[in-house]
C-alpha cells in the first residue's frame, strides 16, 4: 500500500473513497473517488431511472453513487432495507413529503436499462428496486452511537508522550488501557500507508501495560526523528456492561505525531463502523487510488475520519492531522 508524494494520490481501502463520494464537501474530491471507483467511459455506458432529471444529466460523481448503490441492492437485495430503499410507488407517483428527495430506480432486465461495471462486461440490471442515496458520512457505516458523558471523559481528543528518567508512555486513563488489554483486537500500530508495522507491537503492547518504553528502543528513536509521524495505533474494546444490557463496540484510533513533542491526534466512536454499502466482490480491487486534488482529498479524509473513522488497512483510522502526504503538501511538497 505505498503512497508517495509523486504519485499525487493516496491509496485507500474502497469503502474510504465511497465515503468520499458520498461526505466529501468539494467537488474536486468527489470526482476524484468517483474516478478511482468507477471509469468515467464505464459509468457514461451505464444507465437508471431518476425521478427529476434524466440520470445523464447528473454529475459524474452522484452518477456514479447511484450506481454503486444499486450494485450493493443487487448484490444482496434481502439485506437491502439498510440502504434506504424506497417503495416503488414514491419513484412513480412521488407526492409532496417526496419532492425535495431524488428517488433513483433499477429495472429487471428492462432493454433500455444496461450497466457495465467496473469489472467489466455489459448486462442489464437483474432486480427491479427505487432508492435514495446516502447523505452524510454516518450513512456510511452500520451505526453510530452517541457517547455518555462518564464514558467519554476516559477517551481524550489529545494525547502526549509523557517522557521520564524510566522511558516514554502516553498519557492514556488507566481504565482504557485495561479495556485495551481484555478486547478481541489488541491495539497494533499501523504506518501512514495501513501496513501492520509488527516490529513495534511489542512497544505498543508495553504502552498499553502500564510500563515505560526504554528511550535507547528503537521506537523512541524513530519517535524523535519523525520516522512514525502519520502512524496510526489502533484498536477496539468493549464498554462495561450497563443495566444488563449487552457491552458496546468501542474504537479508539490515535495518530502519531512528526516528533515525541508532538501531540498525537485522538478519535474514538462507539457503535459498529463497518461498511453500510458493502463493495467487496463489485470492484476489481478492495484498494484504489484516489487523486490528492491539490491537498484536498487528506483534508476532506481527516474530517470524515474524526467523524465516523476511515478503514485504512486492518483497522480504523480516526485521523489524517499528521499524515506525511498532508504535511507534505502543506510544506508545498507536491
Known sequence: MDSTLSDKSIRLDASAAFQLLVAAQSPEVRDAAAEALWPRELAALSQLDCSDVPFESLPYSERVLALLV??????????ATRLRVQPLYRFLTPGPETDSVRVFRMRHNALDQRVVSPLGGSRPWQTTSAFVLPRCASDT???????????????????????????????????????????????????????????????????????????????????????????VISFSNQLPIVRGRRPRDATLSIEIGPSIDSTAVGAFFKGDLNPRYGLRGLLPSTCVKVGLAGGRTLEELHDIAQQVGVWHGERIRGSFFHHPLRTGLLQGVA
Open 141 to 231: 457505516v452500520l451505526q453510530i452511537c452517541a457517547w455518555g458523558t462518564a464514558e467519554q471523559r476516559h477517551y481524550r481528543r489529545e494525547y502526549k508522550w509523557v517522557v521520564d528518567s524510566g522511558g516514554a508512555t502516553l498519557n492514556i486513563s488507566t481504565r482504557v488501557k485495561g479495556r485495551a488489554l481484555r478486547s478481541w483486537y489488541s491495539p497494533v500500530l499501523l504506518s501512514h500507508t495501513g501496513d501492520r508495522m509488527c516490529a513495534f507491537d511489542r512497544y505498543v503492547q508495553t504502552l498499553f501495560a502500564g510500563s515505560a518504553i526504554r528511550l535507547d528502543s528503537s521506537m523512541i528513536m524513530r519517535l524523535c526523528a519523525g520516522g512514525l509521524a502519520g502512524s
Open 70 to 79: 444499486a450494485l450493493v441492492i443487487e448484490a444482496n437485495p434481502r439485506k
